[in-house]
DNA sequence: CTCGTTACTTAGTATCCACAGT
DNA sequence: ACTGTGGATACTAAGTAACGAG
């Protein structure tokens, strides 16, 4: 396996003990440095940071002195400190700024779920991103309409209700924000007492709405810090024992590793072993393993991310030295160790690393950027798979309510456009227009067919439900049967061997011709996407890999490269934008990606380390006589505190969506005294509404910016994300605007979880789980479109829920008579009782009470998440060791949190040690 | 610097599929 | 056994960001 080296950086970070390693640039000077910083920041908030910190001023960069301001409250808040918790209290404070907004949130939270009283608690900590988050309230998604504007939505969608929603959200939120930190933490704790009164039953449409926002509001947070304080301890001291159990698995590990690998080669099973999980768990892995490591032989790809890991891990004992070495060199290297097996690779990497010896190997070093680094050494694959040729049916559509005949050409675009008769798509003007200008090329200008509104495409749409149907009908052989045909055909494509290690291939089938479903109001949403030809395809592979054969006789590859500094097999250029390249890489569970997966998360977590400074910095800023300096400050300051995009520039045949450097001064607006109402449309046309509370310089700058200028001209007019990048990058090397969405969803993951995970079954510990993903989910904005069924399967459990109150009612009724010698009453259904003793009623009545407890919670718990998409985070924002570790910990087994894919993916991931934090300042 | 390329990550939705309830 | 569900996976659009040329 490999390994190597690559890992080095890896395994710098060492997926263990990480602490510093990591690999990226920035890193560790900094421990020192950043905390200088937060100390001058912070000044206020305490959060302190230990002392430890202190503060060296790091880079130069910027930053000012800690001047500084007060304000900060975001500061104060990155503090994540929270960790710290000692410092907690202040922190709380500062975190306040965090708005109302937030109240809100959890105010919602509670009501929902029962937990509340954890909420309740951890709050302040959390970053700032609690903070923010929630207001914004998502519009619908459908590609239609609906999302983008806040305006109202389409009937479908919820019913409605979300738009209102989310207004109300924001308003609500309004209200209370005004008051100033202090007050707001006040607040909070009263919301949430509020909130719990809320709770309201879910039904209510527009209440639900309403909650949702208060959920937002919600972080909650503060108090609780504590009490995770309190539990840690408890945790660290098992720690130990951990800690050898551990060791044990590292060395397993790296077994599982492979094991994964090798499940996944082969797949599969075994991933669960994968797992780790737990001690007890442990067990089972290490037999695992042992079967595993036989296998490795193979020794996949995986395997070598693993076995980075894995070496990390065994380093678990060496883990420290190696790593506080390692930190402090820039160079992430150390890793080295490992000793990888392949050599091969070795060679290459060099440049990077190298620093500790070991050589190596391979690739890759820790550039993660990509950049002109070597990737690999020897590739090889298949190439890719193309779609199968259209079958004609030749079933006609009308014109004007007569047959015509098309071509099969003709015939295989107009099927395409018959079949989405169903979606949003269908009836828009722009889907419809472009539909048409290319269908019509195809049919020529003399043809019969000269409007699209004439045509009747139902025959084709009736054939095409026929079709599914017969599919829906044929036996569960005959799907087997077919199924096991296409996998004969497409297993060739599904594999690269990189390094020597085989891999899965991720997307290896080209994309088949279609109409352009651009989300949100895409300019060439219904173009026609064209079938893609091999002459439009270049390979990638190893310079002594075989040439793969072209698929479709007698056409040819377009080029065939030798580039080892990229990733990817193939490309061909967009159709719909030919500037625009499609590209086939690896699927997520190959080491190639877990690499760079883990180096981004070491990127992030070395944030932890600057943030201080980072904060420091842009408040300072936030008064500069510059306007570009202070554009700068005001941009950094938004996207630290509500995970903004960066907002690259778009072009004019895209849909018109921003980022923090794009946003146009109608995209917001100026609240007194100092809150901010965001409105916006985001990434895939996602709407994102949110009122946050901000510093009074930031809300002063604002203003400034948006004086003079027009609802459409840019609130940032002399920035761009390059701007903006280059400046990060001055603060901390390799930091960009996109790093500051990691850190603060994985550190709010991390603070959750340590403050609210209380003792209890595994259940009641994933609900906690599932509660910091959704707080994260929120902070990221991360929407999803409300199902179809939603409004009547909530109208199912109020219905079951309503029965089980019945129930009750007539146990009571007959608790009473028992009590008073009388013989129950009938039931209900007619059925006749038995005569009970009053307290067997009582025990009868208890478990009916935890039954509506149960759906109560299971009804607020649905209504809470109808539009919040838990799985966007958990792929690519919350660092998988965080979770990991914290399955550790509380032998929750990794499996009721991570997908077969995800565990596959985050294979790297899998050997943590138990008191692995996502900071450093956390332990 | 700006702009166009290029490479790679992030994201929502469509579809698949296993499971629970009937 | 059947079917509705919702979770998991597949798909591909839509972002971010590094570079290099002019």
Not at 46 to 52: E, L
Request: hydrophobic letters at 30%; one cysteine or more; proline letters at 6%.
């Amino acid at each position: 396996m490999g390994t190597e080296i690559v890992s080095e950086s890896v395994m710098d970070n060492g997926y263990d003990d990480s602490d510093d390693d990591k690999p990226l640039v920035f890193k560790r000077k900094s421990n020192v440095a950043s905390n200088s910083n937060q100390s001058k920041s912070n000044p206020q908030r305490s959060k302190a940071v230990p002392s430890s910190k202190v503060s060296p001023m790091r880079s130069p960069v910027t930053s000012p002195n800690g001047t500084t301001p007060s304000n900060r409250t975001s500061i104060v808040k990155s503090s994540m400190p929270s960790c710290s918790s000692k410092d907690s209290p202040a922190k709380s404070p500062l975190r306040n700024d965090t708005p109302s907004t937030v109240k809100d949130r959890s105010q919602s939270h509670k009501d929902q779920s029962e937990c509340k009283s954890e909420h309740e608690d951890s709050e302040d900590d959390k970053p700032i991103s609690f903070i923010r988050s929630r207001n914004s309230s998502r519009p619908n998604k459908g590609p239609s309409s609906s999302r983008q504007l806040s305006s109202p939505q389409p009937e479908k969608k919820n019913s409605g209700d979300q738009p209102l929603d989310r207004a109300n959200k924001t308003i609500k939120d309004e209200s209370d924000d005004e008051a100033p930190i202090s007050l707001i933490m006040y607040r909070k704790k009263n919301d949430s007492g509020i909130s719990g009164a809320k709770q309201v039953s879910i039904d209510e449409k527009k209440p639900l709405a309403k909650k949702l926002h208060q959920n937002g509001p919600t972080l909650k947070n503060e108090a609780p810090n504590s009490k995770v304080l309190g539990k840690r301890p408890l945790e660290k001291d098992s720690s130990p024992n951990q800690s050898s159990l551990k060791k044990a698995k590292v060395s397993a590990s790296p077994t599982s590793v492979k094991m994964k690998q090798d499940s996944v080669k082969k797949e599969s099973d075994d991933k669960g072993r994968v797992l780790v999980s737990p001690k007890p768990m442990k067990a089972k892995q290490l037999s695992t393993r042992e079967d595993g490591t036989d296998d490795d032989d193979d020794l996949p790809i995986s395997k070598r991310l693993k076995s980075d890991s894995s070496n990390s891990k065994t380093s678990a004992a060496k883990p420290k030295a190696v790593k506080l070495s390692s930190t402090s060199s820039a160079a992430k290297p150390k890793v080295t160790r490992v000793v990888s097996p392949r050599s091969k690779a070795m060679t290459k990497n060099s440049k990077k690393v190298t620093k500790d010896s070991k050589y190596s190997t391979s690739s890759k070093s820790l550039p993660s950027s990509g950049d002109g680094q070597t990737k690999w050494t020897t590739l090889v694959h298949n190439g890719v798979i193309f779609p199968p040729p259209y079958k004609p049916h030749g079933i006609k559509i009308l014109y004007k309510g007569k047959p015509v005949d098309l071509t099969i050409e003709q015939e295989e675009v107009a099927t395409m456009f018959a079949v989405m008769r169903e979606t949003e798509y269908y009836n828009k003007p722009q889907f419809r227009e472009n539909f048409w200008n290319d269908w019509r090329i195809l049919l020529g200008k003399k043809h019969v067919i000269q409007k699209l509104d004439e045509c009747d495409f139902t025959p084709i749409y009736e054939w095409h439900l026929e079709e599914k149907e017969k599919k829906k009908q044929m036996s569960t052989e005959e799907k087997k049967a077919a199924k096991e045909e296409k996998l004969k055909l497409e297993e060739k494509y599904m594999w690269a061997v990189v390094d020597g290690v085989k891999e899965k291939v991720g997307n290896f089938r080209v994309e088949p011709p279609g109409l352009f479903r651009g989300r949100g109001e895409h300019p060439k949403m219904g173009k026609l996407k064209r079938r893609i030809r091999p002459c439009e395809i270049t390979l990638n592979i190893g310079k002594d890999a075989p040439i793969p054969e072209c698929p479709i006789t007698g056409e040819s590859w377009k080029e065939v490269k030798h580039d080892n500094t990229v990733t990817w097999l193939a490309f061909w250029n967009d159709p719909i934008n030919p500037k625009e390249f499609k590209y086939v890489f690896l699927a997520a569970s190959s080491s190639l990606k877990g690499l760079s997966d883990k180096e981004k998360y070491e990127k992030a977590r070395n944030l932890t380390d600057h943030i201080d400074n980072i904060r420091t910095t842009y408040t300072k800023n936030f008064t500069a006589k510059d306007v570009k300096t202070r554009q700068i400050a005001v941009a950094t300051y938004l996207i630290d505190k509500l995970a903004l995009r960066a907002g690259n520039e778009k072009d004019d045949d895209e849909a018109d969506t921003v980022g923090c450097c794009t946003l146009k001064v109608g995209n917001v607006e100026c609240i007194p005294p100092n809150k901010i109402k965001f409105d916006f449309l985001g990434k895939d046309s996602i709407q994102y509404v949110n009122t946050v509370e901000v510093e009074p310089l930031v809300y002063k700058a604002i203003g400034q910016f948006q004086a003079g200028k027009s609802k459409s001209d840019d609130l940032f007019d002399e920035l761009d994300t390059s701007k903006l990048n280059a400046h990060l990058k001055e603060l901390v090397p390799g930091l960009t605007a996109k790093v500051f969405r990691t850190y603060n969803a994985s550190i709010t993951l991390d603070a959750m979880l340590n403050q609210e995970t209380k003792d209890g079954d595994v259940n009641q510990k994933i609900v906690v789980y599932q509660k910091a993903n959704k707080e994260v989910a929120i902070i990221c904005n991360h929407q999803r479109t409300v199902s179809k069924s939603h409004g009547a399967q909530i109208e199912k459990l109020a219905a079951r829920l309503e029965e089980l109150r019945e129930g009750l009612k007539e146990l009571k009724t007959n608790l009473d008579r028992a009590k008073k010698g009388k013989p129950p009453l009938e039931g209900s259904d007619g059925k006749k009782l038995r005569n009970l003793e009053p307290n067997a009623w009582e025990k009868k009545i208890a478990q009916q009470n935890v039954k509506i407890e149960k759906m109560e919670r299971d009804m607020h718990t649905k209504e809470d998440l109808k539009t919040v998409a838990l799985g966007t985070s958990k792929i690519n924002y919350l660092d998988p060791r965080i979770t990991v570790a914290w399955c550790k910990r509380h032998e929750v087994p990794i499996e009721k949190i991570f997908t077969k894919s995800l565990l596959e993916k985050f294979a790297w991931a899998m050997d943590v040690e138990p008191e692995f934090r996502f900071s450093r300042q956390m332990v």
